[in-house]
């Protein structure tokens, strides 16, 4: 099947078959990952620029590990190591970069919307890294290639609830917008000052306290809270977040028995998360990392081999 699209900036984008494609390509290249020499010569050849405008260590690895495991040529650069510190506009920053020629940028920034803004002005592919509160497709697609590897490919029947600060996570946007069109039930769940408002447009069951929450639940995506909300006055303290809202083998009781426990990271170990159910058997916290790099592996495949 001919890969049409030029950039990805959110899930929405991709149609169902377009999700099972990167599922499918995820696959093989999960094998690769297991070889004693993880290195393909698939995009010898082929540069990507990642160019992290916000923090990161997850997700620039990982896209930099896989940029590598294809045999591209990976180069990095920060807001604190680009011009942007300097003053310069997103814009000329981005034609300066395009002046080289990479084959794609992978582009994290702030502010909402800046990947469509550059997609639209750039020739090579661009790939959504995070962009503010709005999108984050390719930890979405490794969420659910997560979730597929451990319930079989089955997602119909299934419960999944995303818990913590809803409103200012780009993740959970991205999950609720992919998990629910593969067919899986999604609740939200966490403190009304961290729900966003118009909730009821929203395609999920919304949970006011953590019980209710899990009860019956599949699987428990906790999401980091950003220390920052508790600056903000949104939250009273973190010892009460943790005491309300945290997940640990007590309140998973309510879910159904193996139900599995994700985390897109950093965790705050003790707040969203007790640390002994991060580290449980029926944690995938280090499956979505496996995950992250073959998704991206797959995700850099499609984008830089496809046919104008």
């Known amino acids: 099947m ?10 929405c984008d991709l149609s ?36 992290f405008a916000e923090p990161s260590t997850r997700t620039k690895t990982s896209f ?7 045999s591209a040529d990976s180069f990095s650069l920060a807001k604190s190591g680009s011009s942007l510190s300097k003053g310069e506009s997103l814009k000329d920053t981005a034609w300066t970069l395009q ?3 990479p084959d794609a940028i992978v582009l994290r920034d702030s502010r909402s919307g800046a990947a469509r803004f550059i997609a639209e002005r750039l020739d090579c592919s661009v790939i959504n890294a995070g962009d503010g509160w709005h999108a984050h497709p390719t930890q979405a697609l490794l969420d659910a290639f997560t979730l597929r590897r451990a ?41 009304r000052t961290l729900l966003p408002p118009r909730l009821d447009t929203w395609p999920v069951t919304v949970c006011h306290d953590l019980e209710s929450g899990v009860d019956g639940a599949d699987a428990v995506m906790c999401l980091r809270l950003q220390l920052e909300r508790q600056q903000d006055g949104l939250l009273p303290s973190l010892r009460e977040y943790a005491r309300t809202w945290g997940l640990s083998r007590r309140t998973l009781r309510k879910a159904k028995g ?6 897109p990271g950093p965790i705050n170990r003790g707040v969203e998360i007790a640390s002994d159910l991060a580290d449980d058997a029926d944690s995938l916290i280090l499956d979505q990392v496996a995950s992250g ?4 592996m797959a995700l850099l495949f499609l984008f830089l081999t496809r046919k104008d």
């Open 16 to 51: 169902t078959g377009d999700v099972e494609r990167i599922f499918e390509t995820a696959d093989s290249f999960m094998e690769i990952n297991r070889r004693p020499v993880k290195k393909v010569p698939t995009l010898k050849g082929r540069s990507v620029v990642l160019f």
């Open 64 to 70: 930099d590990v896989a940029a590598k495991r294809l």
């Open 258 to 263: 193996g139900a599995k426990v994700l985390h």
């Open 2 to 11: 001919h890969w049409t699209h030029k950039d990805l900036l959110d899930v």
């Open 293 to 296: 790099v073959a998704v991206r």
């Open 151 to 191: 319930w079989g490919g089955e997602f119909s029947g299934r419960t999944v609830t995303i818990l913590g600060d809803i409103a200012h996570s780009r993740v959970a946007r991205s999950n609720v917008n992919l998990l629910t069109r593969l067919g899986a039930e999604v609740r939200v769940c966490g403190p």
């Open 99 to 101: 002046a080289m020629n």
